[in-house]
């Protein structure tokens, strides 16, 4: 049973920047498609970011595209959201979404959250001067 964690979140300055993580411990997630999404106060959760499983596709919401950056490291045993020029409307409840997927080259953060099997707890992520 693959298990994510999530990390990195925390409280930043409005135009700060963050680095969230997703790990499943000793596991590789390269044979794995990643979602990150994002659940603010009163709000739906909302996909954020996603990446196939060989980490040539990736997308970003509207909302997030050309501040978020995401990335895994070699051995792909932690994936990455990179975060910048945060702005208040970013705090949320960040989550990491596992789905094991190694045929498409494709990914969509409109994807539905019933594609992704395994899910992290998140890491809660505050913008606020």
């Known amino acids: 049973q693959l298990q994510l964690v999530e990390s990195g979140g925390g409280l930043v300055q409005p135009g700060g920047s963050l680095r969230l993580s997703c790990s499943a411990g000793e596991f590789s997630l390269h044979r794995y498609a990643i979602g990150w999404f994002r659940q603010a106060p009163g709000k739906e959760r909302e996909g954020v970011s996603c990446?196939?499983?060989?980490?040539?596709?990736?997308e970003y919401s509207d909302s997030v595209k050309g501040r978020f950056t995401i990335s895994s490291d070699d051995a792909k045993k932690t994936v990455y959201l990179q975060m910048s020029r945060l702005k208040p409307e970013d705090t949320a409840v960040y989550y990491c979404?596992?789905?094991?997927?190694?045929?498409?080259?494709?990914?969509?953060?409109?994807?539905?959250?019933?594609?992704?099997?395994?899910w992290g707890v998140g890491t809660q992520v505050s913008v606020s001067a």
């Open positions: 979404a596992a789905v094991w997927d190694p045929h498409s080259y494709f990914c969509s953060v409109t994807d539905p959250e019933s594609r992704y099997r395994y």
């Open positions: 990446m196939d499983y060989s980490g040539s596709a990736k």
